[in-house]
Each structure stands twice: as structure tokens, then as C-alpha cells.
């Protein structure tokens, strides 16, 4: 058995993991991460995050196939455009458009994927996420912390009609995201992001504090933009 994390390890190093080993994810395993997704904060603690679990009953096998073909067209679009320049062999671009192929074109067998989705409260805003994506997040913690890996996509989007019908998901909910879990076939590692000095300011728009400064040995991105 792996130890867990400690909190800062595991906010370090959760990254999107996009291919699994064919290890199954056990139901204690499995309602672990659930239980730790769910202590998500929320407005007024309404707690309106819901979380469909797709394994391998006859519905669930219904909605992964209409995921992988949401996953298959909206990745097809993606890779069309312009956005992937550098695909010269063995470069990090070309590295992560084969991780991304291979993550489409395996979806459907994904271990276990779960919808998060949100009961709606009031009218639509644009803040309405953040009583929703906290728990998505906590969700990609959880597993981690459990030695699973996640990655948090939006395949969903263009097979959504054809999903709440599927699963019954009433008019009042939406689906935030689809969620791929399971055993991470490759290793864990610390998350590459910009500078803390882009992105903190005090006093005033880009005014970057001298205090801002990321730890010892922290890697930056400067490498290809996934999906
Ligand atoms: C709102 C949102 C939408 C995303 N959509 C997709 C997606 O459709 N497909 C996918 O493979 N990853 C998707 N991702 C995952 C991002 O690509 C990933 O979080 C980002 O590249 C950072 O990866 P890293 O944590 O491994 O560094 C999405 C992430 C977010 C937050």
C-alpha cells in the first residue's frame, strides 16, 4: 500500500493523468474519493453538487460510448487547427498529441468516469461554477490521494441531450464536466504552471510583489498547450 500525500505534495503534483492501467478501482476505493470530493465547499453550503458514476452497468456502457464519440469529435476539430505547430517528431508537442489520440481513442474504457453535476438554485450567472468546480477539484485531489489519477474534460458537451436522457438527469441539472479515473499507467510529478510573478499582484494589476517568489527547484510551463 503507498502512503498518501501530504496536502501540499498532493496539490503539487495533481495533474491531468490520461492513460490507466487496467487495474480495477475498488467500490471502498472508489466511495473514498467520492466521500473526499463531496466535503467541497459551496454557497450557503447547499451542497448542489451531484456525482454520476459510469462503470460497467448496461447504461453506464451506453453513456461511455457517447462520451468517447463526443471526445473523438471535439479532439478531431482540435487537432485540425493551428494551435499544434511544433510536431516535429519527438518534440513535447508531438509527445502530448500521441497522449491525447490515445486518451481519445481509449475513453470509453476509461476505468470509472464520473459527471459531476449541479443542481441549479437560481438563474444562471457567472459565478455559478464555483458551487460546483470546487468539488470537481477536490474530486482530482481525492484521487490522487488514493493513488488514482484523474483529468477533467468537457467531452460531454456535444453529446449532452443524449446523456441526461440516458442517465435521467432532470432539467434542473447540468452537467460541469466529465471526469476519467484510474491507476495512473505512467508516474505522478509536480504540475508546471507560470511564474508566481505573473500571477500575483498587490496594489494594482500586474504589480507583482517582491514576496512572490515560488520555491526552490519549481518548474515553469513553456511547453505545448493540451487540450
Ligand atoms: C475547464 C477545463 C476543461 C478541460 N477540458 C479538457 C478536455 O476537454 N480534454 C482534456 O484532455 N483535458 C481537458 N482539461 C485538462 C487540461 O488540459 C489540464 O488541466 C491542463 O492542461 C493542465 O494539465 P496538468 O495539470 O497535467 O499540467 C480541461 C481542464 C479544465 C480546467
Not at 489520440?101 to 470509472?112: C, G, T
Not at 447540468?174 to 500571477?199: E, W
Not at 494594482?204 to 510551463?221: H, I, K, L, N, Y
Request: proline share 9%; charged share 20%.
Amino acid at each position: 500500500m503507498t502512503t498518501e500525500p501530504s496536502l501540499s505534495e498532493g496539490l503539487a503534483t495533481t495533474r491531468a493523468i490520461r492513460r490507466y492501467t487496467s487495474e480495477p478501482v475498488g467500490e471502498a476505493v472508489l466511495a473514498k474519493v467520492l466521500h473526499l470530493a463531496s466535503r467541497a465547499p459551496s454557497g450557503s453550503n447547499r451542497q448542489p453538487f451531484r456525482f454520476v458514476v459510469l462503470r460497467d452497468g448496461p447504461v453506464s456502457l451506453r453513456v461511455r460510448t457517447l462520451l468517447a464519440e463526443g471526445a473523438e469529435e471535439i479532439w478531431t476539430a482540435k487537432r485540425a487547427t493551428n494551435e499544434f505547430p511544433d510536431r516535429a517528431k519527438d518534440s513535447p508537442t508531438s509527445r502530448m498529441l500521441v497522449a491525447m489520440d490515445h486518451y481519445v481513442a481509449n475513453l470509453a474504457e476509461a476505468p470509472v468516469i464520473v459527471l459531476p453535476c449541479m443542481i441549479r438554485y437560481r438563474e444562471p450567472t457567472v459565478t455559478e461554477g464555483a458551487s460546483i468546480y470546487p468539488a470537481v477539484q477536490n474530486l482530482l485531489l481525492g484521487a490522487r490521494a488514493v493513488g488514482l489519477g484523474g483529468a477533467i474534460t468537457m467531452f460531454h458537451q456535444v453529446r449532452d441531450s443524449e446523456i441526461r436522457q440516458a442517465l435521467a438527469i432532470p432539467d434542473e441539472a447540468f452537467i460541469a464536466a466529465t471526469v476519467t479515473l484510474g491507476y495512473p499507467a505512467g508516474a505522478n510529478g509536480p504540475v508546471r504552471r507560470k511564474p508566481l510573478d505573473q500571477l500575483v499582484f498587490e496594489e494594482a494589476w500586474e504589480r507583482a510583489p517582491a514576496w512572490a517568489v515560488d520555491p526552490p527547484g519549481t518548474r515553469f510551463t513553456g511547453g505545448p498547450r493540451p487540450a
